[in-house]
């Protein structure tokens, strides 16, 4: 289930909270071909739902705000974003958001995989996410994509 990018398109990969939002606000922007959710930091004997709460197993602190570069170029990019964003005060404390090198990708289990369009009327996608959905629909409608 490991997304591929294709000629001329670069693989991203986040942690910012629970994957079920953050799948469902990226689904939406343009120019994503693919979100998959799944796992970083850690070995494939703890990739797994269950395990990586303990925040023991180097996936967790699962809830943290992270970019995992896979080269320099995404590196710098990433670094003069958060520069800017400071910079600027787009928010009232600096941002907090680590930038790690990407070892490996660990997609998680398939029932976590489009979780939010299989599940609208989960409590927590209901209270959580669809919020999350709606801000960026609200705030951001240019960013979206057409399909």
Request: proline fraction near 6%.
């Amino acid at each position: 289930m490991e997304a591929i990018p294709q000629e001329g398109m670069e693989q991203a990969v986040f942690a910012g909270g629970c994957f079920w939002g953050v799948e469902a606000v990226y689904e939406r922007l343009d120019g994503v071909v693919d979100v998959v959710s799944g796992y970083s930091g850690g070995d494939a004997d703890t990739a797994h739902y269950n395990i990586i709460g303990s925040g023991k197993t180097g996936h967790g602190s699962q809830y943290r705000s992270a970019v995992f570069y896979s080269d320099e170029n995404q590196k710098r990019i990433t670094e003069d974003v958060i520069a800017r964003l400071d910079a600027e005060g787009v928010y009232r404390n600096p941002i907090v958001t680590e930038v790690n090198s990407l070892d490996t990708f660990y997609p998680a289990e398939p029932y976590h995989q489009d979780f939010m369009p299989r599940n609208p009327n989960h409590p927590y996608i209901v209270y959580w996410d669809q919020p999350k959905v709606a801000q960026l629909e609200k705030t951001y409608p240019e960013l979206l994509s057409g399909r």
